[in-house]
């Protein structure tokens, strides 16, 4: 069983609509949930740590279910600048290493 | 503040023959790490260095990957002998010294593309 696991995609979605990415994590012991975004040819950059809380960031909305080891990305208002791979992350321990979800591509239209 | 930085961004080799990857973590940045991906395949771990020593290297797939990290700067990560299935991007990342007030961000190179014929 893979450690992280997200749906591939594609999401093709119009600009201005809200979208949402789910992701699921094997490991219950894991302590530090990420979601950053690739651009294509390039390299992965944080888009925004998730939290228990739950955490808002502008238009970008992540949230953490430890007891079903779920982790979600909304996105609002698309903009075609949203276009990119997203990718889950996990980490076991602190500086300890990431485990990557495969991505989830959005393409957003005009 | 320079970021992580790669080299060469791409190389295109013959299976049997050696490559040497370079990068250049972030400066201060105690821990460094290799990943690797593979064509239709998710980012993967190799090794992780804190500072010289090398902490975690579950990830390397065989002998015919060497990681150095003489000094505790700049790193290398070499193929030798390069089979075809060595083919994918090497991504460095670093982060901050291991410490309970550092954050846990993962900084990442631009990666170096390897393609093995």
């Known amino acids: 069983r893979k450690e992280v696991e997200q749906d591939p995609g594609p999401f093709n979605v119009p600009e201005g609509a809200t979208v949402a990415f789910n992701c699921t994590y094997s490991?219950?012991?894991?302590?530090?949930f990420f979601w950053y975004r690739q651009d294509c040819r390039k390299e992965p950059k944080l888009l925004m740590s998730?939290?228990?809380s739950g955490n808002e960031d502008g238009r970008f909305t992540a949230q953490l279910n430890r007891a079903s080891q779920y982790i979600s990305l909304l996105i609002r208002d698309s903009k075609l600048s949203d276009s990119a791979t997203y990718l889950c992350?996990?980490?076991?321990?602190?500086?300890?290493?990431?485990?990557f979800g495969s991505g989830t591509k959005l393409n957003v239209k005009p | 503040e320079a970021g992580v930085t790669q080299f060469p961004s791409h190389s295109v080799i013959e299976k049997g023959q050696t490559v040497t990857l370079r990068c250049d973590p972030i400066s201060g940045h105690d821990n460094l790490y290799w990943y690797r991906r593979v064509m239709g395949k998710e980012i993967k771990f190799l090794l992780h260095f804190v500072k010289e020593s090398k902490q975690d290297e579950s990830g390397m797939p065989n002998n015919r990957f060497l990681a150095e990290r003489t000094g505790g700067t700049y790193s290398t990560l070499k193929v030798q002998p390069a089979e075809l299935e060595d083919s994918g991007v090497y991504f460095c990342?670093?982060?901050?010294?291991?410490?309970?007030?550092?954050?846990?961000?993962?900084?990442f190179g631009p990666g170096t593309r390897l393609t093995v014929l």
């Open positions: 998730v939290y228990s």
């Open positions: 990342a670093s982060s901050q010294p291991s410490d309970p007030s550092s954050y846990n961000e993962q900084f």
């Open positions: 992350v996990v980490n076991r321990y602190n500086f300890n290493k990431f485990y």
């Open positions: 490991n219950s012991a894991s302590q530090s």
